[in-house]
């Protein structure tokens, strides 16, 4: 899409807005456009004459919109958008990067389509990046992936088939309010109805999905990402209690919604929640936290802090024997 300030420039700009926000105002035309309300109409007039059919309305829900059935012309970028999106592909997906891959191959669909001048620019991104592979990161299957958005979109009820980490798998009605990417993970938020609780899948090991006749309501004041941080450091083996000594406001910048819920407790705050990973819990959340703590549970993680713990210390103080192999 072109940028500049030509009149055939602004006037493809209003049909891209017109085509994203049906109903827009003049004047809302004019904000966007950077322009007076009178040039936003002169510009809804020159699509007009090209005949694009651009209805108006009156009133407080009219607004400009496209026509029943317009024929679009086809989907063009400017070369930030191109670029941006380029970027985006192999920051997800890096084995994008090769042609022959199925994302990589829909890239080069669309870099292909692209104008010459801009085309070219993603071309060269794409030929001249090199993209390391995220080992945390999972891929789930498409189809799988498209059946969840597909029920989030329509609320309805899916009854899915889930692995566990140790490779049982089991069915489970669920509620999907919503799929979240976190960190190079797909996870599907939802409401299990046997467990009458929230719960987190994700969605790479979602190995079935299939609807049922139900549908259902999501909470009005879902924040999706809030709300998969906070179930994620919440039922899991083995609880954990950590105090604080400094107050919330100072330890809250430092805590994870993973790590559980940060409590004030006069001058200090307990942070309360549970881990499936309690070595990962000491030595990467906890060692960052630059502030005195004591574990007053559980044992688990009490036993991993020790643990990180010597190893620091043997870091500052080598025994006689580590010196003496060190020497030789």
């Not at 059935?69 to 191109?82: C, D, I, M, N, S």
Request: glycine share 8%; aromatic share 6%; charged share 25%.
């Amino acid at each position: 899409m072109p940028t500049g300030s030509s009149p055939t420039a602004r006037a493809l700009r209003t049909l891209e807005i017109l085509q994203a926000r049906p109903g827009a105002t003049a004047d809302q035309l004019a904000s966007s456009l950077g322009v007076t309300e009178r040039a936003a109409r002169r510009y809804v007039g020159i699509l007009r004459e090209a005949g694009i059919p651009v209805e108006s309305a009156r009133g407080p829900y009219g607004g400009y919109r496209l026509g029943r059935g317009t024929r679009l012309p086809p989907v063009v970028f400017t070369e930030e958008q191109a670029l941006g999106l380029v970027m985006a592909v192999l920051d997800g997906q890096p084995a994008a990067i090769d042609a022959d891959d199925l994302v990589g191959s829909a890239l080069s669909k669309v870099i292909r389509a692209l104008p010459e001048s801009i085309g070219r620019q993603a071309a060269a991104l794409r030929a001249h990046a090199s993209a390391a592979p995220d080992r945390q990161s999972a891929r789930p299957d498409s189809a799988i992936m498209s059946a969840l958005v597909a029920a989030v979109a329509d609320r309805r009820r899916v009854v899915v088939t889930y692995r566990s980490e140790s490779g049982e798998e089991r069915d489970a009605e669920v509620d999907p309010w919503a799929v979240v990417v976190r960190y190079g993970r797909w996870y599907l938020l939802c409401h299990s109805h046997r467990a009458e609780a929230i719960r987190t899948y994700r969605v790479d090991r979602i190995r079935a999905t299939r609807p049922t006749p139900h549908g259902f309501t999501p909470p009005g004041d879902l924040d999706p990402v809030a709300a998969l941080e906070e179930n994620l450091g919440a039922g899991w083996k083995y609880p954990t209690r950590v105090v604080f000594d400094a107050p919330q406001e100072r330890v809250a910048p430092w805590i994870r919604p993973p790590m559980g819920r940060l409590r004030p407790d006069g001058d200090r705050c307990v942070l309360v929640g549970s881990t499936r990973n309690p070595a990962m819990y000491a030595q990467e959340w906890l060692a960052t936290v630059p502030f005195d703590f004591v574990v007053e549970e559980g044992a688990e993680l009490r036993a991993a802090v020790a643990t990180v713990a010597a190893r620091f210390h043997a870091a500052l103080s080598p025994s006689s024997e580590t010196r003496s192999r060190r020497r030789s």
